[in-house]
């Protein structure tokens, strides 16, 4: 017998929590938990899960049950996060750096800080020549202070955690 709680904001965010788990989810029998007076005592609550698999032919390992102790509300904001602006003015770039990458991966093959575009094209013909494939020489700088902003992630004020409680076969 497998027990475990988990917080959640919504019953379908438990069942993926569940599953990530490796477990699954046959139904919900919140219900007939409390009709059967809500036991969590561990010895109560295993001997209505015994009950209930028998009935509901409940016999795989990994299978079991998701109970609702207290419902959770989902977040419904369209846009949950507030962007933080912290760099401001001019930006003032410092060192040139020439890269090489691959076109049909997307790979960072060499990067190359303080050298010309001259010497930059003499590595990628030595490059070419041993990889055998397409490679795209992109100019990047580097800059001082990089962190332009942050993206803070902010939860509605109606969604709140609920919590739920997975009862299953052990695997």
Same mark, same amino acid.
Not at 27 to 37: E, I, L, P
Not at 54 to 78: F, M, W, Y
């Given at each position: 017998?497998? +027990? ?13 929590? #569940?599953? %990530? ?13 409390? %009709? ?9 609550? =295993? ?5 209930? @698999?028998?009935?509901? %032919? $409940? =016999? ?6 998701? &109970? ?5 509300? =989902? ?5 949950? @996060?507030? @962007?933080?602006? +912290? ?7 410092? %060192? ?12 960072? +093959?060499?990067?190359?800080?303080? #050298?010309?575009?001259?010497?930059? &094209? $003499? ?7 041993? &990889? ?24 509605? /004020?109606?969604?709140? &955690? ?6 299953? +076969?052990? /695997?």
């Amino acid at each position: 017998m497998f +027990i475990k709680e988990y917080s959640a904001y919504g019953y379908q965010s438990a069942v993926k929590m #569940v599953k %990530n788990d490796g477990y699954n989810v046959c139904k919900n029998k919140t219900q007939t938990w409390k %009709n059967s007076g809500c036991p969590l005592r561990d010895k109560e609550l =295993r001997a209505f899960a015994v009950e209930l @698999f028998e009935r509901e %032919n $409940i =016999r795989l390992a990994g299978d079991g049950v998701l &109970l609702v102790i207290k419902s959770g509300v =989902r977040n419904r904001r369209t846009h949950p @996060f507030k @962007f933080k602006n +912290i760099k401001r003015g001019r930006t003032k770039y410092k %060192n040139r750096c020439y890269i090489w990458r691959r076109d049909d991966t997307g790979e960072v +093959i060499m990067k190359l800080p303080g #050298v010309g575009k001259k010497d930059a &094209l $003499i590595i990628g013909k030595e490059l070419v020549s041993t &990889l055998q494939t397409n490679l795209t020489l992109e100019i990047t700088y580097e800059v001082p202070n990089s962190v332009a902003g942050h993206l803070v992630y902010t939860v509605s /004020k109606d969604a709140a &955690l609920g919590l739920y409680l997975f009862v299953g +076969i052990e /695997k």
